[in-house]
């Protein structure tokens, strides 16, 4: 069975960066792209970005964009999400996800089971 | 980017009412709409993708409509177990964006 198994949680300084990683299993990886969701306390599901695990490729939501570095390591199935210059606003639990297309719509199929990161001053 | 718009933003609804929530996008993004539940503590879960299919596992109570801009998700007859948030999403272009999500309260 497909599983996104993501790393632990995190506290770290205002102005640091964090590297959240998400080992795959279950399926051929360089199948299906992974996105990346984050959720602050009590708001809604923002989505950051995506990275092909084929090609490497990436896209991001406008307001990472510089800030954030997605990767993924085909040789261990593993996707990462760097952030950098974090702010207390960046407080929240980030989700990497596989997704799935069928019938040509893409879909966030398969959740981790979430990265907490609290940013502290 | 594509806004997505929910509503209500939150309702309360007893077991077994009909419940219904609306999606609206700023422009057209064909039938490439999905809806999420995400339980309170719990990882959201795919419910409805391509508008109107429902997931494999997904209890028959719940369907979905629309295409372009105007969605809607209706739980027939409201259980326990769906006292929750529901979320739609795009993924007709990047940035793949979220509506606000609509909390379902015990009434």
């Known amino acids: 069975q497909v599983q996104m198994l993501q790393s632990g949680a995190e506290v770290k300084k205002s102005g640091a960066s964090v590297k959240v990683s998400c080992k795959a299993s279950?399926?051929?990886?360089?199948?299906?792209?992974i996105s990346w969701v984050r959720q602050a306390p009590g708001q809604g599901l923002e989505w950051m970005g995506w990275?092909?695990?084929?090609?490497?490729?990436?896209h991001f939501a406008q307001r990472f964009q510089g800030r954030v570095t997605l990767t993924r390591d085909t040789s261990t199935t593993t996707a990462y999400m760097e952030l950098r210059g974090l702010r207390s606003d960046d407080t929240a639990v980030y989700y990497c996800?596989?997704?799935?297309?069928?019938?040509?719509?893409?879909?966030?199929?398969?959740w981790g089971q979430g990265t907490p990161v609290t940013v502290s001053s | 980017d594509i806004q997505m718009t929910q509503s209500p933003s939150s309702l309360s609804a007893s077991v077994g009412d009909r419940v219904t929530i609306t999606c609206r996008a700023s422009?057209?993004?064909?039938?490439?709409l999905n809806w999420y539940q995400q339980e309170p503590g719990k990882v959201p879960k795919l419910l409805i993708y391509?508008?109107?299919s429902l997931e494999i596992g997904v209890p028959s109570r719940f369907s979905g409509s629309g295409s372009g801009t105007d969605f809607t998700l209706t739980i027939s007859s409201l259980q326990p177990q769906d006292f929750a948030t529901y979320y739609c999403?795009?993924?007709?272009?990047?940035?793949?964006?979220f509506g606000q999500g609509t909390k379902v309260e015990l009434k």
């Open positions: 996800v596989r997704e799935a297309e069928i019938i040509g719509v893409v879909m966030m199929a398969y």
């Open positions: 279950g399926y051929t990886f360089i199948n299906y792209g």
């Open positions: 990275i092909s695990a084929y090609s490497g490729d990436t």
């Open positions: 422009q057209s993004v064909s039938s490439h």
């Open positions: 391509a508008a109107s």
């Open positions: 999403q795009q993924s007709y272009t990047a940035p793949r964006t």
